[in-house]
């Protein structure tokens, strides 16, 4: 049976610098009076109340690594020379997810149809930082975890849709993660929904056996 | 080993503990991949060698092996059943080679998220750690250790488990990254404070870290710690030699930190990851005869959430505890709460956060609620997102006990009076929990009229309170401000009682200011008036509304002139750079000027005002348009090019215009002066459900003067193209942001081609580039909206 772990909550801080550079603001260069510094921080304040963190994470032990496909326990398969070059020196994976919900995403289209265009990119940024910062605070998490097992994480983390590293893995995610128990469904072109999802693995090396001291 | 026997050892000496057991156990046999707890039952003999080793080295307390032996953990080796087993008889097997040193029992993670960060509920792991404390107990540990803690709501879930289980000492230790803060968080002052409060007998930190890197940690913890000091570091920083990972800081060198941590304030010190028995006899050798840090005071005007702490009073800038979370006379939080929803609760958390609350107060009294479940509810809620202490505000004591029992911090309580209920019933649950309290000044008599009488009920709580360890640090007195719009007198005797508590009693004060003003017109003159005095009495903090501007800068101005603002830090950083009204008048803006300003400022709330007055003053719209307009929007452009402003700037700019040129439309067109730049159908492909960006196209193609058919997300080419003959436009945009919908763009303009259609496309989405639109056969490809607004234009000229 596959040991999913689930997180009710991610303890994200809010992210306002990224918010902010992803918005193409610049510390050095970017003007803003007070109305408009007052109106942008309410507005990402709103966004983020509405983000929800969640998610989940597995270990897979690697079965299988033959520099162009590899195979986890329980017979999962991934088929892609990036993810068998990053799984390399591994013993294991690590398979998370995470989701920021829908209410964001929908507030975002409420500005929308009201024709706010600003108010709307400032929604959508916040959810998207927010499911970012959930995902890094995931990837912190499992090393720590990772370390205290006596074993080192890679230092990248692959997401589907990236290179050979195709966007129909994202099914892989969806179905040992049960993303459907945090409300997330998956269209046919490998799309999740809520959109603020985001999925990642990342490769474990034994170095130790021992755990704790 | 009752904890007075613990108090008594620690000040006698410094208390050495054991070093690491697993990489011994290793030595000793143990194979990888094995449950060692079932190892070691199985070997008691090499568990024993360990542990005599530690104690002919000079470990005072050695740590029962158990620390994978909770439910959990051992579930994985599928040792589920065999909690009570294995946890008794490794404690007995300790306690059989301990002679004179003392066996603590060891709880450590359990690998599970705790709620209200994880799945796991807080009552569930409580009673995970219980159900081991048990059997340790039966097994005869002196006391108990919970460590290599990342988690303070798992720490605080085994430390109630101890606490509710038995009378032994407890010694709690949590785990901190390099950065100084766990890997939820959490930094060590926050730590200690919740720890301590919650009935920890000595605080610390293990595993993680070297020594130097540790003895920061307690020198942090130092100057708030009420109870003894502990450190167990790794030897060294581990480091990969061969893949394996070692620790190869030598015994002399480890030993050699000995003095530094007694300084720094530790009473208790072991080893970690790495360490051997060399390791723990060197640091024995080194700190025989000495002695650490004295007995310490008990009380601390603090608070703490899971990742901040607040101190109070002392001589510091005034705190404020956000009012807002309270549902009476606001009637959409009524609504909400009504309906078991919290997102106007986590607004006002994060609008206060951000005018500068220092605490959050949190008020679920409502008729037709269950007050404890909503409390329950708020309280996890906000405890994730925000980083402010809380305020528990109930007449309940259940409502306060379940909230106190979850929360993952140092929490005020609000409040507790002279009333029997309140002193029978809510102190002994704020004390069990460790909870600052309000202490409200009336009785089952009700309000005293006279200041003396308020102060005879305040010494009465304080004497009650302190049956349960409370000193005056732990209470914060509420000077009961009643409105001065029934009696006159009413604000005096609030600022004497004020006054008496912070000269003579050296108790916190706290204030609900805008009582005062209640019946009165303009309140907030009142508010901050009755501020200003108050602190000039003593106030230390006061519930108020942050938002208000009037009153935050009163109190930044009043805690720099009260000398709580060091080097008016505070003051000046919130006001440098703000005008003075003076100073603030513009100079008159022209009419043309006006309307160019509401552009470049994207005041949509001013153009059409502004456009009024330029009509009114004889300025033809043409003029308006090609002298205000225009000229606006291009410098916006401008602006955004050289990064002074950013995306949303750019987008309220353009919305600002559009309003301004909607305004205009009418007379423009009977002057015969209004034209498109063009007709673009813009759609998201089939198969993508990402509309946003394609939105913003949208809505800026439109500012810029095009005529915009939006066809929404997950469109076909066949609808797409039907579309375009229909509206006979000039540009199709495309938007895909995954790749596996890119190729549908493709797809339309194959089609197009085929039919023999003459539209120009354009495309745009994350996974795309220039490189992809000239493969598919696009006329041009756009990185973001300005550059769409650019392109269009281009292909409008070609």
Known sequence: ?213 | MTKNDFLKLISSKIVILDGATGTELVKRGMPAGVCPELWCMENPAAIQDVQRSYINSGSDIIYAPTFGANRCKLEEFGLGHRVYEINKTLALLSKECAKDSFVFGDLAPTGRFIEPFGELPFEEAVSVYKEQVSALIDGGVDGFVIETMMDIQEARAALIAVKESCDLPVMVTMTFEKDGRTLNGTDPVSALITLQFLGADAVGCNCSTGPADMLAVIREMNNVARVPLLAKPNAGMPKLKDGVTVFDMGAVEFASYADDFIKAGANILGGCCGTTPDHIFELAKNLKGKIGHGKRKMGLSALSSARKSVFIGGGRPLSVVGERINPTGKKALQGELREGKLSIVQEFALEQENHGAAILDVNMGLSGIDEKEMMLKSVKVLARMSSLPLCIDSTNPEVVEAALRIYPGRALVNSISGERDRIERMLPVAAKYGAMFILLPLDDRGIPETVDERKRIVNYVISESSKYGYTTEDIVVDGLVMTVSSDIKAPARTLDLIEWCSRERGVNTICGLSNVSFGLPAREWINSSFLAMAISRGLTMAIANPASQQLMNTLYSCDALAGRDKNLTSYVNRFSGVTSESTSKAEELTPERAVFDAVLRGRDDLIEKTIQSALDAGISPQNIVDNSLIPAITLVGDKYDRKEYFLPQLIMSADTMRKGFAYLEPLLIREGEVETEGKIVIATVKGDIHDIGKNIVALMLRNYGFDVVDLGKDVPAEVILHKACEVKADIIALSALMTTTMTEMRTVIDLCRERKLQFKFMIGGAVVDQNYADEIGADGYSKDAMDAVKLAKALMNS
């Open chain 1, 1 to 213: 049976m596959r040991d999913v772990h689930v997180l009710n909550t991610i303890p994200v801080v809010f992210p306002e610098r990224e918010i902010l550079f992803r918005l193409k603001f610049n510390i050095h260069k970017t003007e803003l009076d007070e109305r408009q510094r007052e109106k942008f921080k309410s507005i990402m304040m709103k966004a983020f109340a509405l983000c929800k963190p969640t998610g989940a994470w597995l270990e897979l032990p690697l079965l299988l690594n033959d520099g162009s496909r590899v195979v986890f326990e329980g017979g999962y398969e991934i088929k892609s020379h990036s993810i068998a070059e990053l799984l390399r020196n591994c013993d294991s994976a690590f398979f998370m997810g995470v989701t920021v919900g829908g209410a964001v995403s929908a507030l975002a289209n409420e500005y929308i149809n009201a024709g706010d265009g600003a108010l709307a990119l400032i929604a959508d940024a916040v959810g998207s930082e927010t499911a970012e910062a959930a995902i890094d605070w995931l990837n912190s998490y499992l090393a720590g975890y990772a370390r205290r097992k006596g074993k080192v994480l890679t230092s990248q983390r692959f997401s589907a849709g990236y290179g050979d590293f195709l966007l129909e893995n994202q099914r892989l995610f969806y179905e040992i993660l049960d993303l459907q128990n945090f409300g997330v469904s998956l269209t046919d072109t490998f799309i999740f929904v809520p959109e603020k999802t985001v999925t990642a693995i990342v490769g474990a090396a034994n170095t130790s056996s021992m755990e704790g001291k």
